[in-house]
């Protein structure tokens, strides 16, 4: 079971440049959700879809920019990367199970800004 | 705004010693309330959540947590860590009925000395 799949894993990429995280799942989840992890700053939420081309902005939106095109798919890109988007990206998903919605996580993609 | 505290940065413990790490939350409506691990090096996983009912939730490798309402409270506990228990721990909440946004707390990394 594929659950969800991010690519690239890593990348270094150098100012101003455009980069694009991807997100794959499997399980027709309706929500998807992107959050970058920093230290001291746990994960943070930038933005999230609720369903194909309906999308969000969470806490921290500024420089990103989503789309959702497909259910399955919820690509992530920083339109002119800054030093202060160097951090580990995680792709989540939630649907609905017997207990309620759990968000289950990809294995994250370290992006390094130079 | 909605927040969630970790009060616990950083816990240092030796092997079967007890483990209980702090979880306040800031809302005054339904939550929906999770601990997430994440191992070194590895991806977010789901640990145990509370939905609703006993307020009690066992979750796996034998962690539990304890759902205080009157305190806004959902402390995570152990009665005896083991060295593959060193990871970070996250807390997080999503309001009841609301979009499935995980708020997370900023985490506690837990060290287990053999």
């Known amino acids: 079971d594929a659950g969800i799949t991010q690519s690239p894993r890593y990348k270094i990429t150098e100012t101003g440049r455009q980069v694009t995280l991807m997100c794959h799942q499997t399980w027709s989840h309706s929500y998807m959700f992107w959050y970058r992890q920093d230290l001291g700053h746990g994960l943070r939420l930038i933005y999230y879809?609720?369903?194909?081309?309906?999308?969000d902005k969470g806490e921290v939106p500024d420089g990103y920019v989503v789309s959702r095109s497909k259910t399955e798919n919820f690509p992530l890109t920083l339109e002119s990367a800054t030093r202060s988007q160097t951090s580990v990206y995680f792709c989540a998903s939630s649907g609905t199970d017997l207990s309620g919605n759990t968000i289950y996580f990809g294995e994250g993609s370290w992006l390094t800004v130079v | 705004a909605q927040s969630v505290s970790q009060h616990n940065h950083h816990v240092i413990l030796s092997e079967a010693a007890s483990l209980e790490l702090g979880c306040n939350y800031s809302?005054?409506?339904?939550?929906?309330l999770f601990w997430y691990v994440q191992y070194p090096g590895q991806h977010l996983q789901l640990l145990l959540k509370y939905f609703s009912g006993d307020p009690l939730v066992k979750g796996i490798k034998g962690f539990e947590a304890e759902f205080i309402k009157s305190k806004f409270s959902f402390n995570l506990r152990k009665p005896s860590v083991q060295w593959s228990d060193t990871a970070e721990y996250f807390c997080?909440?999503?309001?009841?009925?609301?979009?499935?946004?995980?708020?997370f707390g900023t985490g506690t990394l837990l060290a287990v000395q053999p």
């Open positions: 879809s609720a369903a194909a081309d309906i999308t």
């Open positions: 809302y005054g409506g339904t939550v929906n």
């Open positions: 997080a909440v999503t309001l009841g009925g609301a979009t499935n946004k995980l708020i």
